[in-house]
C-alpha cells in the first residue's frame, strides 16, 4: 500500500510564476489536508478538502493560494503570483475518518522561489 | 480558534536520561491529541495520541499524559536513545476538520 505521494519534491519558481503541488493520498482515504512549514517552524494548516469538496479553508491566504481535490486525481494546491514569503516546505496528509484520527504525510514540495 | 503551546523549544539531554515536553491548548472542545516526530528533512510521523477520555497512554519509551481540566498535555520519553533526536510536535483537533500544531521542540541526545 503506497503511501500518500507529493510532487514535486523540489519546486523552483520566479517571483510572479505559478505553482502547483500535487498530492495523492493513501489508497482508500478521502480526507486530504494542507499545511506549510517555514523553515524551523511549527506545521501550520491551510486546507482540509474531501472528494470534491473545501470542507475547512481557514488556514489558507484569501489570495492566490486555492486547493482542489476532483472526483479523479490528486489534490493540487495552487499558488498564483508567487513571492519570496511563499518560499517553504509544504506537506499533503490524509485520513481515513478525519481530524481525529492518525494523519498520514507524504515526503512535502520545498517551494523556492527566487 | 485553537491555539497549541509547547515548551520547551529545545530539548538536549544525555543519553539514557528521560525526556519531558509540555503542551497546552486553548479549546476546552479538543478532544483528539496526537504527537508527532519530524526528522531532520523527513516527513511528521505519527508516535503516540491521545483522546480525552483517557489520563495517560503508554507505548514501551514514551508516554503521554492528560490533564483535560488544566487543559495540558505531555509527552515522556524514558532511556532515551540518540535516534530519539528530532523536532517533536504536538496538536490538538478542536473540531472534526483541522489539526492545531504546536510550534515544536527540537529534542537532541548527547551520546
Known amino acids: 500500500n503506497a503511501g500518500v505521494m507529493q510532487n514535486p519534491r523540489h519546486l523552483v519558481r520566479r517571483r510572479g510564476q505559478e505553482a502547483r503541488l500535487r498530492c495523492s493520498p493513501m489508497?482508500?482515504?478521502?480526507?486530504v489536508y494542507w499545511y506549510r512549514q517555514l523553515p524551523e517552524e511549527g506545521l501550520k494548516f491551510m486546507v482540509y478538502?474531501?472528494?470534491?469538496?473545501?470542507?475547512?479553508e481557514s488556514g489558507m491566504p484569501k489570495e492566490r493560494f486555492s486547493a482542489e481535490f476532483p472526483k479523479e486525481g490528486p489534490s493540487i494546491l495552487r499558488i498564483q503570483q508567487v513571492v519570496r514569503g511563499d518560499s517553504a516546505a509544504y506537506f499533503c496528509?490524509?485520513?481515513?475518518?478525519?481530524?481525529?484520527?492518525?494523519?498520514?504525510f507524504g515526503p512535502g514540495t520545498r517551494l523556492t522561489v527566487t | 480558534g485553537e491555539n497549541v503551546e509547547q515548551h520547551p523549544s529545545t530539548l538536549s539531554v544525555q543519553e539514557g536520561d528521560s525526556a519531558v515536553i509540555k503542551c497546552t491548548y486553548s479549546?476546552?472542545?479538543?478532544?483528539?491529541f496526537p504527537w508527532y516526530k519530524q526528522e531532520l528533512g523527513k516527513r511528521p510521523q505519527l508516535i503516540i495520541d491521545?483522546?480525552?477520555?483517557?489520563g495517560e497512554k503508554k507505548d514501551q519509551r514514551i508516554a503521554v499524559t492528560l490533564n483535560k481540566t488544566a487543559k495540558h498535555f505531555s509527552l515522556h520519553i524514558t532511556e532515551t536513545q540518540p535516534e530519539d533526536s528530532a523536532v517533536y510536535f504536538c496538536?490538538?483537533?478542536?473540531?472534526?476538520?483541522?489539526?492545531?500544531f504546536g510550534p515544536g521542540t527540537s529534542l537532541s541526545v548527547i551520546p
Open positions: 478538502l474531501q472528494k470534491e469538496n473545501i470542507i475547512d
Open positions: 491521545i483522546r480525552s477520555n483517557v
Open positions: 479549546d476546552s472542545a479538543s478532544n483528539y
Open positions: 496538536a490538538a483537533t478542536p473540531d472534526y476538520d483541522k489539526v492545531i
Open positions: 496528509a490524509s485520513s481515513g475518518q478525519g481530524a481525529g484520527y492518525e494523519q498520514y
Open positions: 489508497k482508500g482515504h478521502s480526507h
